[in-house]
């Protein structure tokens, strides 16, 4: 009767605990750290993240803290002290100054308009776009760039541009009559008539918001699983049914981002409307973020700045509400 010879489990140097010896190929084990070198690696990491924090501190905390406690006073920038009026400013703003509360109260309801339109038509439009650039086959690389263009222009010398554009001898009125609809036309210009002049500010606030928007649906585009599209299509779902029910499904995170980006730019942006009106005709294109630029700069040496701070806090706050109804809902919906 013959039996197997028993071989002993070889050692290996995955199993220091039993006291394997090194062999000669094996690379020699890393020397224990000494404390004084590490020390030296902790204080050589906070020498270099300084500066950050140090910036950070006093551009980003120390701002914040002083505007906040602006919005308390009564400042024009250049007193020696402040007046402290607790939250007069804030009452001035909301109620009670007849000189500033009711300018509030028109800009904010031209604010609402932009942000009701400005999200909505910017979905509506990045979203098919990039629905046509995503499939097609060929210049798509050139395609995407064109329509990229408006984000990567300078943005004040485009909307000094659509002023030439949108004058009463422009090139949308002339477009219009040479077509041979010349009663669309605004003697006016369309940002001299108080009708025209916040729907045309919203037109140009989408064209500049597109490009964004539609280069992240495409990023989202490009994650869909082909084979789900392909499922559908053999379910006898056409291009309209497909995009409607699978595709825009996929991509809700994505429309949830776009959304709230806009909503942020259209409650705290004013740059589109303080180089193309300024606000007018009237108030007719006031904004919230322009009053609040208008109160800290544009008046003198009136003592505006706790009001324009005071303001500055509101539209914070107005921001934050909008950015948790916002989480919720993408948490509701994922």
Do not use: C
């Not at 500010?201 to 082909?226: E, F, H, K, N």
């Not at 934050?320 to 809902?329: G, Q, S, T």
């Amino acid at each position: 009767m013959s039996t197997a010879p028993h071989t002993a489990p070889a050692t290996t140097a995955a199993d220091p605990g039993r006291g394997a010896e090194p062999r000669p190929g094996d690379a020699p084990a890393p020397a224990r750290r000494k404390p004084r070198h590490r020390t030296y690696e902790a204080v050589s990491g906070y020498l270099f993240v300084a500066p950050a924090v140090i910036l950070f501190a006093v551009m980003g905390l120390y701002t914040v803290g002083y505007g906040f406690l602006l919005s308390f006073a009564r400042w024009n920038g250049f007193a020696p002290h402040w007046d402290w009026v607790g939250l007069q400013n804030y009452k001035d703003l909301l109620w009670q100054d007849p000189a500033y509360a009711p300018r509030l109260e028109n800009a904010a309801v031209h604010t609402l308009y932009v942000m009701l339109a400005v999200p909505l038509l910017t979905v509506l439009v990045s979203f098919p776009l990039a629905i046509l650039l995503n499939s097609a086959r060929r210049m798509q690389g050139l395609l995407r760039s064109v329509y990229f263009v408006p984000y990567v222009t300078s943005g004040i010398a485009v909307f000094f541009a659509w002023q030439y554009i949108l004058q009463p001898d422009g090139a949308i009125n002339s477009v219009l009559s040479a077509l041979g609809m010349g009663s669309l036309a605004q003697p006016q210009g369309w940002l001299g008539n108080p009708d025209t002049a916040l729907p045309t500010m919203i037109v140009v606030t989408v064209w500049s918001a597109v490009p964004v928007a539609m280069l992240l649906y495409l990023t989202g585009l490009q994650g869909v699983d082909r084979s789900v599209l392909e499922a559908a299509q053999l379910d006898g779902a056409g291009w309209w049914r497909t995009n409607t029910s699978v595709v825009w499904p996929l991509v809700r995170p994505i429309t949830a981002v776009v959304v709230l980006l806009n909503l942020r730019d259209s409650l705290q942006g004013f740059q589109t409307f303080l180089v193309m009106t300024n606000g007018g005709p009237g108030d007719h294109t006031n904004v919230l973020g322009l009053e609040a630029y208008r109160l800290a700069f544009l008046k003198d040496l009136a003592p505006t700045l706790g009001l324009a701070s005071a303001l500055g806090w509101l539209l914070f706050a107005a921001a934050l509400v909008i950015a948790l109804i916002n989480l919720r809902v993408m948490r509701s919906k994922t």
